[in-house]
């Protein structure tokens, strides 16, 4: 399924960089570039192509026409309008969007979800058009260019941040953010742009303060789960909504100067709320549609694991736990090393000696598993190679030698999917309705079947974490 990845990684290795002093079309300052506008294009176009032909794209003609239309309406006002600019929805759950070197931007159905008009959608759009007409992936170091290109790429088609080594996946600016100062004049530029094109730059605020919901709703599950926040990119990450900077900047967005004009309000009324009716929310993948299996539809895998586990995916991992958190398996991803066997690659990732080491041959797939003994605890470790990629495994618990038969057999029944089981799961989707008299958001998130529905839906209404609609209100529910 991803067997062009090698090609990608081969080509992106030999990018002609070519350092000189250019002025910045955005700035108007005299920057070190390490690429010419036209790799930057060749880059972007070998990305995009990648992610189109590996079903990155969100299946929705008509919403991705509307948000294209909102992208083109800010670049026709921005420093780069002879550029041709691409604007993609990525059928990820991630509260996320970022920009590729030569205009291509892309904004996830996840982000979109939180978002309450199509003002804030032009603030995301805006501020990512903005690292692009300010050549922030241009201005970075050779080498963090050269890492970004195969890194990004292989994180956008499998949702998996392991597929690429952490300390290059985690610190690419293309899907991370840049500097503090490249968010800040990203921002500044979006909010021009934003105004120039009819919109209110204060939006972009609004968008600020709809992540940080996010990032306080994140910071409470990590203090009960253990596990680090995670976060939207770049200045969102970092600053609070008074900032006195971001501010600044927004703000002399309306200061034009003698001779730009300003367009009315591009914005029709219900046409944002028309367009999200309907979106997918949550993962896209087919999930729990057996009692006991569970089915990955992009990667095109499915496992089976004990009665009553619960299995949970994100962009980094998959993990499968029993009910009282006694034993866990974690799947992470990563491009497969065709000079490296599946032993070869456990013994290099496992920390610690191995024991019981076994050859897997299943469902026409090879790998090996083993037992690890590292950090004072018993861990099972497996590695199974399949069409292009390197699946590892981590099992462990807290009665290791009862529960390990388990998690063998996990490992032992990870196979290709069939073709007939390539098939949409219900899924949750959001919907918009008025607010009935006498309604909270308890009330309503009493017929949604999920763990946090009353946090979700304050979230996605910009509510969190107290705050009530009114009557007749138009809010998003999750059904």
């Given at each position: 399924?991803?067997?062009?990845?090698?090609?990608?990684?081969?080509?992106?290795?030999?990018?002609?960089?070519?350092?000189?002093?250019?002025?910045?079309?955005?700035?108007?300052?005299?920057?070190?570039?390490?690429?010419?506008?036209?790799?930057?294009?060749?880059?972007?176009?070998?990305?995009?192509?990648?992610?189109?032909?590996?079903?990155?794209?969100?299946?929705?003609?008509?919403?991705?026409?509307?948000?294209?239309?909102?992208?083109?309406?800010?670049v026709q006002h921005s420093d780069r309008a002879d550029l041709t600019f691409t604007f993609t929805v990525l059928d990820s759950p991630d509260i996320n969007a970022?920009?590729?070197?030569?205009?291509?931007?892309?904004?996830?159905?996840?982000?979109?979800?939180?978002?309450?008009?199509?003002?804030?959608?032009?603030?995301?759009?805006?501020?990512?058009?903005?690292?692009?007409?300010?050549?922030?992936?241009?201005?970075?170091?050779?080498?963090?260019?050269?890492?970004?290109?195969?890194?990004?790429?292989?994180?956008?088609?499998?949702?998996?941040?392991?597929?690429?080594?952490?300390?290059?996946?985690?610190?690419?600016?293309?899907?991370?953010?840049?500097?503090?100062?490249?968010?800040?004049e990203a921002d500044g530029l979006g909010a021009k742009y934003m105004y120039q094109s009819g919109y209110d730059p204060e939006a972009l605020l609004e968008v600020?303060?709809?992540?940080?919901?996010?990032?306080?709703?994140?910071?409470?599950?990590?203090?009960?789960?253990?596990?680090?926040?995670?976060?939207?990119?770049?200045?969102?990450?970092?600053?609070?909504?008074?900032?006195?900077?971001?501010?600044?900047?927004?703000?002399?967005?309306?200061?034009?100067?003698?001779?730009?004009?300003?367009?009315?309000?591009?914005?029709?009324?219900?046409?944002?709320?028309?367009?999200?009716?309907?979106?997918?929310?949550?993962?896209?993948?087919?999930?729990?549609?057996?009692?006991?299996?569970?089915?990955?539809?992009?990667?095109?895998?499915?496992?089976?694991?004990?009665?009553?586990?619960?299995?949970?995916?994100?962009?980094?991992?998959?993990?499968?736990?029993?009910?009282?958190?006694?034993?866990?398996?974690?799947?992470?991803?990563?491009?497969?090393?065709?000079?490296?066997?599946?032993?070869?690659?456990?013994?290099?990732?496992?920390?610690?000696?191995?024991?019981?080491?076994?050859?897997?041959?299943?469902?026409?797939?090879?790998?090996?598993?083993?037992?690890?003994?590292?950090?004072?605890?018993?861990?099972?470790?497996?590695?199974?190679?399949?069409?292009?990629?390197?699946?590892?495994?981590?099992?462990?618990?807290?009665?290791?030698?009862?529960?390990?038969?388990?998690?063998?057999?996990?490992?032992?029944?990870?196979?290709?999917?069939?073709?007939?089981?390539?098939?949409?799961?219900?899924?949750?989707?959001?919907?918009?309705?008025?607010?009935?008299?006498?309604?909270?958001?308890?009330?309503?998130?009493?017929?949604?079947?999920?763990?946090?529905?009353?946090?979700?839906?304050?979230?996605?209404?910009?509510?969190?974490?107290?705050?009530?609609?009114?009557?007749?209100?138009?809010?998003?529910?999750?059904?």
């Open positions: 399924m991803y067997r062009g990845l090698a090609l990608l990684a081969a080509a992106a290795t030999t990018v002609a960089l070519l350092g000189g002093c250019a002025s910045n079309p955005a700035t108007g300052d005299t920057d070190w570039v390490v690429m010419t506008q036209g790799r930057e294009i060749s880059i972007g176009e070998e990305m995009h192509q990648q992610i189109m032909e590996q079903g990155g794209s969100y299946d929705d003609p008509e919403l991705q026409a509307y948000v294209d239309r909102v992208g083109q309406r800010l970022f920009a590729t070197p030569g205009g291509f931007v892309y904004i996830n159905r996840g982000l979109l979800a939180y978002l309450d008009s199509e003002a804030e959608l032009a603030g995301v759009l805006g501020h990512e058009i903005g690292h692009v007409t300010a050549r922030h992936a241009a201005r970075q170091q050779t080498a963090n260019v050269t890492n970004q290109v195969v890194a990004t790429t292989a994180y956008i088609l499998t949702g998996s941040g392991e597929l690429a080594d952490a300390s290059t996946m985690y610190g690419t600016e293309l899907v991370r953010g840049y500097g503090r100062e490249h968010e800040l600020i303060g709809v992540l940080k919901d996010q990032e306080q709703y994140q910071r409470v599950k990590a203090k009960s789960s253990g596990k680090p926040v995670a976060g939207y990119h770049g200045l969102y990450a970092t600053h609070p909504r008074n900032d006195q900077r971001l501010q600044t900047v927004i703000h002399a967005a309306g200061d034009l100067t003698s001779g730009e004009t300003v367009l009315d309000n591009p914005e029709v009324p219900g046409e944002f709320r028309q367009q999200i009716d309907g979106l997918v929310w949550g993962p896209s993948v087919a999930g729990q549609r057996d009692e006991n299996r569970y089915f990955h539809n992009k990667l095109g895998f499915t496992f089976e694991h004990p009665p009553d586990w619960q299995v949970t995916a994100n962009s980094r991992e998959i993990v499968a736990r029993a009910p009282d958190g006694s034993a866990s398996m974690t799947v992470t991803v990563r491009r497969r090393d065709s000079a490296a066997s599946p032993q070869a690659v456990l013994e290099s990732t496992a920390g610690g000696s191995l024991t019981a080491g076994t050859e897997l041959e299943q469902a026409g797939l090879t790998g090996y598993t083993a037992v690890s003994s590292g950090g004072g605890s018993e861990r099972r470790l497996a590695v199974i190679d399949y069409n292009g990629l390197s699946y590892l495994f981590e099992g462990s618990a807290s009665d290791f030698a009862s529960a390990d038969p388990a998690l063998l057999a996990l490992v032992q029944s990870f196979r290709p999917m069939h073709p007939k089981e390539r098939q949409t799961g219900k899924g949750y989707y959001i919907r918009y309705i008025q607010v009935p008299r006498g309604a909270t958001l308890a009330s309503l998130a009493a017929s949604v079947r999920l763990s946090d529905a009353e946090a979700q839906l304050r979230l996605l209404n910009g509510l969190y974490p107290r705050g009530e609609p009114r009557t007749g209100d138009w809010i998003k529910i999750i059904r």
